[in-house]
């Protein structure tokens, strides 16, 4: 089974702010996909970024972008311009080409100070 | 966008009682499902994945006869907890492979089962 390791149990970062958040995963496989998705006190998980693997380019989506490296096996996550609304759990996680599970790391939370 | 309903938001139920817990997908067809459970500030854990017209599947040391799961229609999962103890109070979140959406994993809202 694939291994996703958060390291960062909490961060906190100051309004307007920037906040990277870490992530590994551990696999054999070539082809796989990357996730970051955002859990607000309403636990409702929202996808924030998706990385195709095959792609060199790091995925960006308005304030948030990753660094994906391939060879490090590593996919952080880059929150600029930090928002009260960023506040929240994030988890990074896997899918493997050849499945549709998603396998979660344990979590990073994101406090923001106004 | 896609959506999934999950039903109920939160339950309560008495020890040794059976709970259903309902998710649908709305605006398309969900071939697949997957059911999570989430303790307090911890991450998803996936419990089964199930499949329309199918046998669940489940994960190493998921009880099967638990945490029973249906997915009869291209819409609609269930997954019921049978016999309920507090132990299995916690966080209950489905989620739906929306297959024509590159990549797309909708999640419901998530239900939270006391078990009193």
């Known amino acids: 089974a694939q291994t996703v390791t958060q390291s960062q149990p909490e961060m906190s970062v100051q309004e307007a702010e920037t906040v990277t958040l870490s992530c590994t995963y551990d696999t054999s496989e070539s082809d796989y996909y990357l996730f970051w998705y955002k859990q607000p006190p309403s636990r409702q998980m929202i996808l924030v970024i998706r990385?195709?693997?095959?792609?060199?380019q790091n995925a960006t989506e308005n304030r948030f972008s990753v660094n994906f490296q391939k060879a490090a096996k590593s996919f952080s996550l880059k929150i600029s311009d930090s928002q009260l609304g960023d506040a929240a759990m994030y988890f990074c996680?896997?899918?493997?080409?050849?499945?549709?599970?998603?396998?979660f790391g344990a979590g990073t939370t994101v406090t923001v100070r106004a | 966008g896609a959506v999934v309903s999950q039903h109920p938001s939160w339950v309560i139920c008495k020890s040794g009682t059976s709970v259903k817990i309902e998710c649908r997908s709305l605006?398309?067809?969900?071939?697949?499902m997957f059911w999570y459970r989430q303790f307090p500030k911890q991450s998803l854990m996936l419990m089964a994945t199930s499949n329309e017209g199918s046998k669940a599947t489940y994960e190493q040391g998921v009880e099967k006869d638990k945490f029973l799961i249906n997915h009869a229609s291209l819409t609609l999962s269930t997954l019921t907890v049978t016999s309920a103890h507090p132990e299995d109070s916690s966080f209950y979140i489905c989620?739906?492979?929306?297959?024509?959406?590159?990549?797309?994993?909708?999640f419901g809202s998530g239900t939270r089962l006391t078990v009193v």
């Open positions: 990385q195709e693997a095959y792609k060199q």
């Open positions: 996680a896997y899918r493997s080409a050849g499945d549709y599970k998603l396998s």
């Open positions: 605006d398309f067809q969900a071939t697949t």
């Open positions: 989620s739906a492979r929306d297959q024509i959406r590159l990549f797309g994993y909708t």
